[in-house]
Nanobody, 124 residues
Framework: QVQLVESGGGWVQAGDSLRLSCAAS????????MAWFRQAPGKEREFVVG???????RYANFVKGRFTMSMDNAKNTVYLQMNSLKPEDTAVYYC??????????????????WGQGTQVTVSS
């Protein structure tokens, strides 16, 4: 069972940047997709970006050109660089690992391990 721990959230102003980190422990396999989801108050959890070590990536339309996900296999850590943040990006951001090797989807049910979440607040 893999454990995921996010960090790097905080309070910023619109236009600022943040970098989130997600450290994985308990499993060294890099064959599983890693992804970031977010959930704003009163809304469903939504897919932000996902990545497989082979380089396959998938981005939600609302973050293309602003957010970048990267993976450091040596450190078992994934990152989410968020630039040009907007108030509508305010949410709890979750790191997740896919259930199936080599498969990347945008569906929360396809991810079996989740971190505790980190709050990102963007003020206007």
């Amino acid at each position: 069972q893999v454990q995921l721990v996010e960090s790097g959230g905080g309070w910023v102003q619109a236009g600022d940047s943040l970098r989130l980190s997600c450290a994985a422990s308990g499993s060294s396999s890099n064959d599983y997709a890693m992804a970031w989801f977010r959930q704003a108050p009163g809304k469903e959890r939504e897919f932000v970006v996902g990545l497989i070590w082979s380089g396959i990536s998938r981005y939600a339309n609302f973050v293309k050109g602003r957010f970048t996900m990267s993976m450091d296999n040596a450190k078992n850590t994934v990152y989410l660089q968020m630039n040009s943040l907007k108030p509508e990006d305010t949410a709890v951001y979750y790191c997740a690992r896919g259930r199936s090797r080599g498969r990347l989807t945008a569906t929360p049910e396809d991810f079996g391990s989740w971190g505790q979440g980190t709050q990102v607040t963007v003020s206007s």
